[in-house]
């Protein structure tokens, strides 16, 4: 178990900009999970997948921003024409199973500084 | 709507002495209740969770959490903390329902001092 993995740990850009984030599961986790957490408070769901499909997505999730987990594998998280509020910190999150009891195993997360 | 209380957003403790940290949710399906641990820069680290069975859970680094489902509260708790149980705490709850996204709570900051 090598854990969950998050690249990069840092990532400031100019607003405008676009920015991607990597998350690789652990490998035998069929599901995965992203989340935003901004200072002060706790983790907001943003989307999750189960294997390559993307089941659910947050209302906090505009269009500008895509998340993809092609072949079941790693995930990208974009966000596009970032702006000053899409700082925060990015967590990706897996789960083994097809149900809610499990607990997910979380990354040290990607934390975005919107200059 | 789904919703976690945390209802202290700080808890201030000297070393060795016992800890509550009080979490309330909403409720009208059944649940799974977790409480993680942040340090800073780091991701979020399960401590326990209750799924079912008995209400009182035990957990990693001693802690332990009852479940209470009258009140809908599942504290967390801890008879002797130590200065490396200084971080941030999170409650969260999953719905039985919505297959497996976590609703958490903002957070209690445990600070022990010497």
């Known amino acids: 178990d090598t854990g969950v993995s998050q690249d990069p740990r840092h990532k400031i850009t100019k607003r405008g900009q676009n920015v991607t984030f990597r998350c690789d599961p652990i490998?035998?986790?069929?599901?995965l999970y992203w989340y935003r957490q901004t200072l002060g408070q706790g983790p907001e769901f943003l989307t999750y997948f189960q294997n390559e499909a993307q089941l659910e997505k947050s209302r906090l999730l505009s269009d500008r921003f895509s998340a993809e987990r092609p072949k079941g594998s790693f995930s990208t998280l974009e966000i596009q024409r970032t702006e000053q509020g899409d700082s925060a910190m990015y967590l990706c999150?897996?789960?083994?199973?097809?149900?809610?009891?499990?607990?997910?195993?979380f990354g040290d997360g990607t934390r975005l500084s919107i200059l | 709507a789904q919703s976690v209380t945390q209802l202290d957003s700080q808890v201030p403790v000297f070393e060795e002495a016992p800890v509550e940290l009080r979490c309330n949710y909403s409720?009208?399906?059944?649940?799974?209740l977790f409480w993680y641990v942040q340090y800073p820069n780091q991701g979020l680290q399960l401590l326990l969770k209750?799924?079912?069975?008995?209400?009182l859970v035990k957990g990693i680094n001693g802690f332990e959490a009852e479940f209470n489902k009258s009140q809908t509260s599942f504290h967390l708790r801890k008879p002797s903390v130590h200065i490396s149980d200084t971080a941030e705490y999170f409650c969260?709850?999953?719905?039985?329902?919505?297959?497996?996204?976590?609703?958490f709570g903002d957070g209690t900051t445990l600070t022990v001092k010497p």
């Open positions: 409720s009208s399906v059944s649940v799974y």
């Open positions: 969260a709850v999953t719905y039985n329902t919505n297959a497996g996204k976590s609703t």
């Open positions: 999150a897996s789960s083994l199973g097809v149900g809610a009891k499990e607990p997910q195993h």
């Open positions: 490998s035998e986790h069929n599901r």
């Open positions: 209750y799924l079912s069975g008995s209400t």
